[in-house]
């Protein structure tokens, strides 16, 4: 027989955030490196993966019937093995096991290294990891594209939103260490990166819970609170910043791009976005999670800031970055949220007229506070009808706000093909949006292109060169 032939291969689908595409990128590389290859399908894996979320329902549903797949294929083929991680795999734990038997490991967001350590063992019972351990260990990556890298800055979450799991799934907020990152990111832009995604569950709460004694960068000054100034450094020194990480990230050379997901509100402070507004690598795009209009809403889901205080918030960016797209997420139907309330979200919308949101019907996620909130959960076709209205008056305002850039030129970084016609490519501007365009370039490169068209998600253009060349 072949090596070829020998070979285990394993197959992952991955169900969720780009946290969770970015854990199963470090599976696939832990995987490689173990002497696994990949498979195009399931079907033909001897190791078959999922990646949950539970954010979603509807992810919880179409888990659920590609374990049923999953299951099929055991009974078929006795010696695959069956594993399930991330969040849903952590908010079930040991369930796991009794509500599907043929499972063989499951394991929580952040145990990817137990992966490792159940397929090199000779165990052949079924074995949960489901401990917080802080970071895990250094973990090869298999990245989909060359010239952009997701990086993990924090783990865990010290909120409590009430419609939200990821408290109970990945645990308390835990930052990495500065000189860890940066050496990450200094051996990612060597291997060709450009464009650098920082990551996080509550991104720009990063450094707090982490001590330095060098001083504060001077352009942060101006912005620091006595506590971050450098006069004050006592003995155990000051917190590191969500800024200062941007900055540094920034003067990495061959960084052309740093995005990161998702922050808080409130987190969103003048510092960051005085480093959106001055430092050009740092991307022209902040995602704000709205959640709601209402305040009294807002207060239920323990938010922690109210409708002006959101709204404030966005004067201060747009008057600091006249020019920088606001994206965010919207949950329409929280338990006792009254027509009137809806209507209030509907009102930060057009006064906000974001570039884009993610809406979400609210839905009942166990051991969380609103999922106990049963007496107030309302109707499923009101949700459903909110929902419509709320998603044709995003999408209004989504239109409105991509044709402000019909007619100038743009740096767009190249990612590929264009997916309906091949014979453009498709790449991003600084603002998150997908441009398709008639030029020439390979990915990862950034070139200058004419914006000629506009739809609500995507522009349309040509390479500046060529239009350049046709007069
Ligand atoms: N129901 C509906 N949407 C939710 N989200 C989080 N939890 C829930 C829930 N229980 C949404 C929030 C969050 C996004 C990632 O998912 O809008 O920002
Ligand atoms: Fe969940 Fe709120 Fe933390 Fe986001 S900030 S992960 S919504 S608890």
Not at 37 to 62: G, H, K, M, Q, Y
Not at 177 to 187: I, K, M
Not at 256 to 267: A, C, L, V
């Amino acid at each position: 027989m072949s090596a070829v032939e020998t070979q285990k291969r394993y197959h992952v689908t991955t169900f969720g955030c780009q946290m969770n595409e970015h854990d199963s990128e470090r599976m696939k590389g832990m995987l490689e490196s173990l002497g696994y290859a990949p498979a195009e399908v399931a079907d033909d894996a001897d190791l078959i993966l999922f990646n949950t979320c539970s954010i979603r329902e509807s992810a919880d549903s179409r888990f659920i019937a590609h374990l049923g797949h999953a299951k099929r294929m055991k009974r078929e083929r006795p010696g695959v093995v069956v594993g399930v991680g991330g969040c849903w795999a952590q908010s079930v734990k040991d369930e796991i096991f009794e509500r599907f038997p043929f499972v063989d490991v499951a394991f929580g967001p952040g145990q990817i290294n137990r992966l490792a350590e159940f397929l090199t063992s000779d165990s052949l019972s079924a074995q949960g990891y489901f401990e917080f351990e802080g970071f895990p260990a250094h973990l090869p990556t298999k990245r989909d594209r060359a010239f952009q890298a997701w990086v993990q800055i924090a783990v865990g979450c010290n909120l409590k939103c009430s419609y939200c799991i990821v408290p109970s799934t990945r645990g308390r907020e835990s930052s990495r260490p500065f000189e860890q990152l940066l050496d990450e990111v200094r051996a990612l832009a060597a291997d060709g990166v450009r464009e650098i995604t920082l990551l996080g569950q509550n991104v720009n709460a990063y450094g707090r819970d982490l001590r330095t004694d060098e001083p504060l960068p001077d352009v942060l000054l101006p912005y620091a609170t006595a506590a971050k100034r450098p006069t004050s450094v006592g003995q155990a020194g000051r917190p590191r910043t969500f800024a200062e990480l941007l900055l540094a990230v920034a003067a990495v050379p061959g960084i052309e791009r740093i995005r990161y997901t998702s922050p808080h509100p409130k987190d969103i402070r003048e510092d960051v976005v005085a480093v959106h507004a001055e430092v050009p690598e740092v991307c022209q795009h902040i995602h704000l999670p709205l959640q709601a209009g209402s305040s009294r809403v807002l207060k239920r889901m323990r938010r922690t800031y109210d409708k002006q205080r959101y709204l404030d918030r966005v004067a201060m960016i747009r008057e600091r970055c006249p020019d920088i797209a606001i994206t965010t997420d919207i949950i329409v139907g929280f338990p006792g949220e009254t027509e009137e309330e809806f209507e209030e979200t509907l009102e930060v919308v057009d006064a906000v007229a974001f570039d884009g949101a993610f809406t979400f019907v609210f839905s009942p996620r166990r051991g969380t506070e609103a999922a106990e909130m049963v007496d107030e959960f309302l109707p499923h076709p009101v949700k459903v009808a909110r929902m419509e209205r709320l998603v044709e008056r995003v999408q209004h305002h989504a239109r409105e706000r991509t044709r402000r850039f019909v007619g100038r030129t743009l740096d767009v970084l190249i990612e590929g093909p264009s997916r309906t016609d091949p014979s453009k490519l498709r790449g991003r501007t600084t603002h998150n949006k997908v441009v398709n365009f008639t030029g020439i370039g390979q990915p990862g490169e950034t070139v200058p292109v004419e914006i000629t068209d506009a739809t609500s998600q995507t522009l349309s253009g040509e390479m500046s060169l060529l239009s350049a060349l046709r007069v």
